[in-house]
């Protein structure tokens, strides 16, 4: 199937009982709908599931049941963000991940992410780990894994914007737009999207972008949301929670740049440099990040 088909996903609204607040959690979902969910997929930071249908429309086509989430604060989703860092941290993306599987009726034989959407899955699944539940098998495209330094504590560490230049770009970024097809103009070839093909920058923009009250187009995501991800990552607990993780988990990480830095894995990790590969590896490599996910489903170990 050529990646470009023109394939509509099936929307969800799926109400939400989350520890991080209750609301509506957007969803696209591809493949027989009779089925259990086999896969959830969570997007990286400032996207939405929008960005990975081509990714992921080939495993619906497949006759997978795969579930992709507009997070917290991003996409289609109604649930309350507020960006005061004071407050924030990742684990309100765990806690809405183990709210839906809830709505679900269990987690999904495979839970899978791309950057921030990798590290809430590791979290979830230790969770899920810790209460004696059913673990998901875990595929990981360039998550977000840093180790913490001796120097810190806590749950959550603060990055100062002087220190992050995600952070300032994030606030800097421009959230209005005169059309969709302004939007489109000013990422081709520039910044994040510079590596990406047309198409995803459009599947990105279509759920990215919503009608602004005084006219034009404005980012779903907002920058501050954008920004306070970045000030506010959870990392400490990952240190107690990923050696112990029992599920199979694959991990694909970019060979340019990289946000996954981990080195203490689970003996039954497979952990791969994906050749030519940035941060936004999905995009680039999607036959590879796609076969991941097919092996998970599958359950080729």
């Given amino acids: 199937m050529p990646s470009d088909a023109p394939i509509s996903p099936r929307r ?3 109400a939400l009982h989350s520890a991080a607040g209750d609301g509506i959690l957007a969803a696209l ?3 027989p709908e009779e089925r259990p969910v086999d896969l959830v997929f969570a ?3 400032g996207f939405n599931a ?7 429309a080939p495993l619906g086509t497949a006759g997978w049941h795969v579930l992709a989430i507009d997070q917290r604060g991003h996409g289609l989703s109604q649930l309350a963000a507020d960006p005061d860092p004071a407050s924030h941290s990742w684990l309100r993306y765990r806690d809405d991940l183990l709210g839906l599987f809830e709505a679900l009726g269990g987690p999904p034989r495979v839970l899978a992410g ?21 673990v998901p098998a875990l595929v990981l495209l360039d998550p977000v894994l840093v180790p913490v330094g001796p120097e810190e504590s806590g749950d959550v560490d603060l990055v100062s914007p002087a220190h992050s230049p995600l952070v300032r770009g994030a606030l800097r970024r421009n959230d209005r737009f005169d059309s969709p097809e302004a939007a489109l103009a000013s990422y081709l070839g520039r910044g994040a999207f510079k590596t990406w093909p047309p198409t ?3 599947d990105y923009l279509r759920d990215g972008l919503q009608p602004a009250e005084d006219g034009g187009w404005r980012l779903r995501c907002a920058p501050a949301w954008e920004a306070a991800n970045f000030m506010r990552p959870h990392r400490s607990s990952l240190a107690g929670a990923l050696p112990t993780l ?3 988990l694959r991990v694909l990480r970019a060979e340019i740049e990289s946000t996954c830095t981990w080195q203490q894995w689970p003996p039954q990790a497979r952990v791969q440099t994906v050749p ?4 936004f590896l999905p995009m680039e490599f999607a036959d590879t990040a796609r076969a991941a996910l097919q092996e998970a489903l599958a359950g080729e170990r």
Avoid at 50 to 56: A, C, G, I, V
Avoid at 121 to 134: D, P, Y
């Fill in 246 to 248: 029992a599920a199979p």
């Fill in 43 to 45: 997007h990286a930071n």
């Fill in 29 to 31: 979902a591809f493949g």
């Fill in 12 to 14: 969800r609204a799926i």
């Fill in 200 to 202: 995803l920058i459009e």
């Fill in 276 to 279: 030519g590969s940035t941060h």
């Fill in 50 to 56: 929008m960005t990975y249908r081509q990714l992921l």
């Fill in 114 to 134: 791309h950057s921030m959407g990798g590290t809430a899955s590791v979290l979830a699944a230790a969770s899920l780990q810790a209460r004696g539940a059913a």
